[in-house]
Structure formats: structure tokens, C-alpha cells
């Protein structure tokens, strides 16, 4: 089956500071990846997703670029604020699949 | 914009308790998953289910069972709690087919005493 790899476990930045997270996947059929942010004591929320037949994505701060060769996927935050500060999950999914597998999460720390 | 409800944010049972967990969408979504969420491990698979009484085993099912007899509305039971099972637990729901995300719920922290 799938298995999805997320680095780094935890991640401290400066605010104003770029953020990356980096996933791996291992399944080449996978097509469907989505990020989502958890804030503490909150619900998982989609923040961004990525399809297979594009390389990037960006609304507003946060970017997913996504390398299908070497099977990884990144999500970009820039100009960090302290509300940014939470748990991300990556998750990888294929074809007609509607279950995905989750990366262990990264928690991001944005100090002021 | 869609809504997962959970019956409840905190619950404490003890050893040995038949304990429910139910979850509600309101988006008439397909789909509905149970997880489970410990510290370290991320999201780990119960039990989903695709349509009305269909369910199908996640990654961790032992010690657990759902039922779904209406669409918009999926359950967890634990048959018989133990302290192994104190955890937060997450109820999501998606749409039909690939390519969909998940929309969650708020979750439950379930205490086995």
C-alpha cells in the first residue's frame, strides 16, 4: 500500500520566515494530494491541494509544488505569522480512491 | 459549507463499557471515515464506510465497530473500552469519487478510566 513520509517532525521559525514541509509517497499512481492545518484544540482544515497534471499551486502565502519523478510534494509558506502556528498533514490518494494516507504531521512553531 | 458534527468534545468511561461515538454530516457525502489521532502517529484509519450499511476495515479496527443505516450519519462503537483506547477520535466525510478531500469533525477525546 501507500506509505507517505513527512519531514520535519517539528519546524521553529522567526515570523517573517519562509516554512517548508516536505512529503514522499511511495506509489506512483497516487494523483491527489492534499495539505491540511490543524490548530490546537481545533478540527483538520484543507488548506491547499495539488493534482497530479500540474507541477505548482499558490493562493496567497502558502505553495505546493509537487515532483512526480522523485515522488515528493512540498508546502511553502512564506512570510510566516504567528497564526500560522499549527499541526500540518500531508496525505497522498489514487485513481478512484477516496481514502488517503496521511503523513505523521509537522508541527510548525512561529515565534513573534 | 460542509459540517461534521461529533456528539461530543470530551468523554470518560471506564474499563469494560460499550462507549458510542457518533458523527453527523450534513453534506450528503458518500463517504465517512473514523480516525484516531495519538501524539507522534498522526491520523491512523479505524473504519470508513462508502454507502449505507457498507463499512470497510481501516488500519487499526481491532477493538472497534461502526454502523452507518443512514447516509448522513456514521458511528463507532467500542465494544468492550480499554485504557489503550484513550485518544482523540476524528469522524470525516468526503464526496464520491477520487480527488475529493475530507472534511472533519471536531473530534472526541475519549478518557478510559
Known amino acids: 500500500g501507500e506509505n507517505v513520509e513527512q519531514h520535519p517532525s517539528t519546524l521553529s521559525v522567526q515570523e517573517g520566515d519562509s516554512a517548508v514541509i516536505k512529503c514522499t509517497y511511495s506509489?506512483?499512481?497516487?494523483?491527489?494530494f492534499p495539505w491540511y492545518k490543524q490548530e490546537l484544540g481545533k478540527r483538520p482544515q484543507l488548506i491547499i491541494d495539488i493534482r497530479s497534471n500540474v507541477g505548482e499551486k499558490k493562493d496567497q502565502r502558502i505553495a505546493v509544488t509537487l515532483n512526480k519523478t522523485a515522488k515528493h510534494f512540498s508546502l511553502h509558506i512564506t512570510e510566516t505569522q504567528p497564526e500560522d502556528s499549527a499541526v500540518y498533514f500531508c496525505?497522498?490518494?489514487?485513481?478512484?480512491?477516496?481514502?488517503?494516507?496521511f503523513g505523521r504531521g509537522t508541527s510548525l512553531i512561529v515565534h513573534p | 459549507d460542509v459540517k461534521v458534527t461529533q456528539s461530543s468534545r470530551y468523554l470518560v468511561k471506564r474499563t469494560g463499557e460499550k462507549v458510542f461515538l457518533e458523527c453527523v454530516q450534513d453534506?450528503?457525502?458518500?463517504?465517512m471515515f473514523w480516525y484516531r489521532q495519538d501524539p507522534g502517529l498522526g491520523l491512523r484509519l479505524i473504519y470508513f464506510?462508502?454507502?449505507?450499511?457498507?463499512?470497510e476495515k481501516g488500519d487499526i479496527p481491532e477493538g472497534y465497530s461502526v454502523s452507518r443505516e443512514k447516509k448522513e450519519r456514521f458511528s463507532l462503537i467500542l465494544e468492550s473500552a480499554s485504557t489503550n483506547q484513550t485518544s482523540m477520535y476524528l469522524c470525516?466525510?468526503?464526496?464520491?469519487?477520487?480527488?475529493?478531500?475530507?472534511?472533519f469533525g471536531d473530534g472526541t477525546r475519549l478518557s478510559i478510566l
Open positions: 453534506m450528503d457525502h458518500e463517504n
Open positions: 470525516a466525510s468526503s464526496s464520491a469519487g477520487g480527488k475529493q478531500p475530507q472534511h
Open positions: 464506510s462508502y454507502d449505507v450499511k457498507m463499512k
Open positions: 496525505a497522498a490518494s489514487k485513481g478512484g480512491s477516496y481514502i488517503p494516507t
Open positions: 506509489d506512483s499512481a497516487s494523483n491527489y
